[in-house]
């Protein structure tokens, strides 16, 4: 009997003591930072995914051992602990390069050529790549094509286009030729390795051909460093 009473009076007080920790460690402010592509409520469900890690004790344990927030376009996420009722998680978005689409479906690439995710919706920031012929793909794993040195240079451009902010609609290839779409400019890039050159010269005149709305080519398939950039008007 005395040994019941102490087994019961052990589990009380282990509750209790539970019960304290649960309510003194309760998170209840929850600060999402870093992302661009997903909104809060998506990252704070991604992260919590059990009743329980609304604990910052259980949270820590979880995150020590399991990864949180698994989303397509989350490379990680830092959990931050502000107090012990207020946590920060900062996200760190991947670098998506651009995509493509293939029944009905938009396919996400990074700047390696590794499939992401296949969405129904498409990301505006995110250029198409149109006129190459992808063979079989799977999610994680590089896009399979015939021509490797083509898609390398799509890699280069998409790379540009997310280093200078460049804002591009569409990649179309023509036979080895590039060509972007950026509003209602075209920019013909010709057939090369790499870009570089071309964009570095090209990303401020396209930010002043989308502010001012206007429309036309632009010829860069012989540019040099230095040439001056001519856009020909329709």
């Not at 329980?52 to 989303?71: A, I, S, W």
């Not at 094509?145 to 280093?163: G, K, P, R, W, Y």
């Amino acid at each position: 009997m005395r040994r019941l009473k102490r087994v019961l009076f052990t589990i009380i007080i282990l509750c209790l003591l539970v019960c304290v920790l649960y309510f003194a460690f309760h998170i209840d402010t929850i600060k999402v930072e870093g992302t661009k592509i997903y909104t809060e409520e998506e990252i704070k469900a991604s992260v919590f995914t059990w009743k329980f890690l609304d604990n910052g004790l259980t949270l820590r344990l979880y995150d020590k051992f399991f990864k949180t927030g698994q989303l397509p376009f989350v490379e990680d996420i830092d959990i931050y602990y502000e107090d012990r009722n207020t946590v920060i998680l900062y996200v760190y978005d991947k670098t998506v390069s651009g995509c493509i689409k293939y029944m009905g479906q938009y396919v996400y690439f990074d700047k390696e050529g590794r499939v992401l995710e296949s969405l129904p919706r498409r990301r505006q920031d995110v250029p198409v790549v149109t006129g190459i012929k992808f063979g079989d793909f799977s999610i994680g794993e590089k896009f399979k094509v015939e021509d490797e040195t083509l898609f390398d240079a799509i890699m280069n451009v998409s790379q540009l286009i997310s280093h200078y902010k460049t804002s591009v609609k569409r990649i179309h290839i023509n036979d080895g030729d590039i060509t972007l779409y950026s509003g209602n400019v075209q920019v013909h890039l010709g057939e090369k390795k790499l870009y570089n050159d071309q964009f570095a010269a090209l990303s401020e005149v396209l930010v002043t051909t989308g502010k001012k709305k206007l429309s036309g080519t632009i010829d860069m398939e012989n540019y040099k460093t230095g040439d001056k950039i001519v856009l020909k008007q329709n």
